[in-house]
């Protein structure tokens, strides 16, 4: 997912984007199991473990639909 921060100062055919990507989603079965112990092995049940790659400032080619920003006057 992209935030679009606005179109970039030094080339106005590219963005400046917030990034966030989901790299795994995993139930907690099937993660680490070994390292859960029986105790609280039932506390976990039912939990999803997501795995995030974000990067705050990333420049890219503005899309092939242009974003133009907001069109509205004040």
Known sequence: MDVVR???KGNPKFLD???VEVMEIADSEHKDEEKVDSESSDE???KTF???RRCK????QNYDLPWKGNDASD
């Not at 400032?57 to 890219?60: E, G, M, N, S």
């Open 50 to 52: 997501v795995t995030l």
């Open 17 to 19: 984007v917030s990034r």
């Open 6 to 8: 606005g179109i970039n």
């Open 57 to 60: 400032v990333l420049t890219i």
């Open 44 to 46: 976990e049940t039912g």
